[in-house]
């Protein structure tokens, strides 16, 4: 079975711009969560939709958001982009039958200048 | 919310040596408890995990330990190689009704010397 995938593997922007990152998550997951990764923050939740509702956000203002399409594929979207959004994406699947077990993709570089 | 801890920041072994890697958990509903592996350029990578129903769980060379009364659980690693250098991760949820969070630690850089 693929693994998750993430679509871009690294980007530029400049400040002010927007973004949006894409996952496909293994085969038969339905629930795909993002998670932002920075060294001084560490790996922190961002939100998670399953079956195209989003059940679960993190504390990020409403700059970030989210979707997910009918063949669970998800995008995560940044707008307004600040320097301090600079940081590795991440979005894991889990399957409907082991829910809490998540699997990781390779994960988006995005640098704001 | 959950918030955990994840000590040594760094750890340095010799090969064939142990490492052992800790955490510990302030939310008592948490009741999944996985460990990841992070190359340089990857994403994590899940390695092992416990449920809070269990005490202690092996593969192979890695194990986890799990003291819910103390709210702290352990990676430990044996006969370590080369390519167990990496950075490692604890995280805790709420299970399947967490929908999707994990809450993580600050992570562990693990050195292997040859």
């Known amino acids: 079975k693929a693994g998750v995938t993430q679509t871009p593997r690294y980007l530029i922007k400049t400040r002010g711009q927007q973004v949006t990152l894409s996952c496909s998550p293994i085969?038969?997951?339905?629930?795909v969560s993002w998670y932002q990764q920075t060294p001084g923050q560490g790996l922190q939740f961002l939100f998670e939709?399953?079956?195209?509702?989003?059940?679960n956000k993190g504390n990020f203002p409403g700059r970030f958001s989210g979707r997910q399409f009918s063949n669970s594929r998800s995008e995560m979207n940044v707008s307004t982009l600040e320097l301090g959004d600079s940081a590795l994406y991440l979005c894991?699947?889990?399957?409907?039958?082991?829910?809490?077990?998540?699997?990781f993709g390779p994960g988006t570089r995005l640098l704001v200048l | 919310g959950e918030n955990v801890e994840q000590h040594p920041s760094t750890l340095s072994v010799q090969e064939g040596d142990s490492a052992v890697i800790k955490c510990t958990y302030s939310?008592?509903?948490?009741?999944?408890f996985p460990w990841y592996k992070q190359e340089l350029g990857k994403g994590p990578q899940l390695i092992i995990d416990?449920?809070?129903?269990?005490g202690e769980k092996k593969d192979q060379r890695i194990a986890v330990t799990l003291n819910k009364t103390a709210k702290h659980f352990s990676l430990h690693i044996t006969e370590t190689q080369p390519e167990d250098s990496a950075v490692y991760f604890c995280?805790?949820?709420?299970?399947?009704?967490?929908?999707?969070?994990?809450?993580f630690g600050q992570g562990t850089i693990l050195t292997v010397h040859p």
């Open positions: 894991a699947s889990s399957s409907p039958r082991g829910r809490e077990t998540q699997y």
């Open positions: 085969s038969g997951h339905r629930s």
């Open positions: 939709y399953f079956s195209e509702t989003q059940r």
């Open positions: 939310d008592s509903a948490s009741n999944y």
């Open positions: 416990i449920r809070s129903n269990v």
């Open positions: 995280a805790a949820s709420y299970g399947g009704t967490s929908y999707g969070k994990l809450t």
